[in-house]
């Protein structure tokens, strides 16, 4: 089983790592293709900052191979687009783009993420909205048991609003 250790993102030193990532051609659906250094580190900087939004570097024998964010879902990504329950936490993830895949990974990834929301006792559920036309991170979300609720419209996309309980992460995983 792959193992991974997960820190707080350094918006400074970490973006020209992060800068690499989100603009790669694989990571269309985090809508930084066009991003400068200097808009990463704007944009981590604004994350660090925020109470209701935190990054995070996922390391794989201590390189940094994924980027995940939890948000507070009432105040921030998706505020007054469905009705937020005690317990809810956001996220967002990214695997690092790279030349050689290894299959099975960015389950790993997605796995290690909801593991590590989990560990949080005051998490009741996580909440994602990803892309309706992204068809692969879908399929990685039940895999982990995620079950999508419905489109909602967001100024940058029409999402998939889904949610995952522990009991189903833990039901998913057991699989």
Not at 160 to 174: D, M, N
Request: proline share 7%; charged share 25%.
């Amino acid at each position: 089983m792959t193992t991974f250790t997960i820190r707080p993102l350094d918006p400074l030193k970490d973006a020209e790592l992060l800068h690499g990532w989100v603009t790669h051609p694989k990571a269309g659906f985090w809508m930084m293709q066009d991003a400068g250094l200097e808009d990463v580190e704007r944009a981590y900087l604004e994350i660090a900052d925020d109470e209701h939004h935190h990054a995070f570097l996922g390391l794989h024998d201590g390189e940094p191979v994924f980027l995940m964010e939890r948000y507070d879902p009432a105040h921030r990504e998706l505020a007054g687009l469905y009705e937020p329950e005690p317990g809810d936490v956001g996220m967002h993830f990214l695997v690092a783009p790279t030349d050689t895949p290894v299959h099975g990974f960015s389950r790993a990834v997605i796995t290690a993420v909801m593991a590590h929301l989990f560990e949080d006792p005051g998490t009741r559920r996580v909440v994602v909205e990803p892309d309706v036309r992204n068809t692969a991170v879908h399929a990685l979300n039940e895999a982990v048991g995620f079950v999508p609720e419905r489109e909602v419209r967001k100024p940058e996309k029409t999402a998939l609003l889904s949610f995952c309980t522990r009991e189903r992460f833990e039901r998913a995983v057991r699989a």
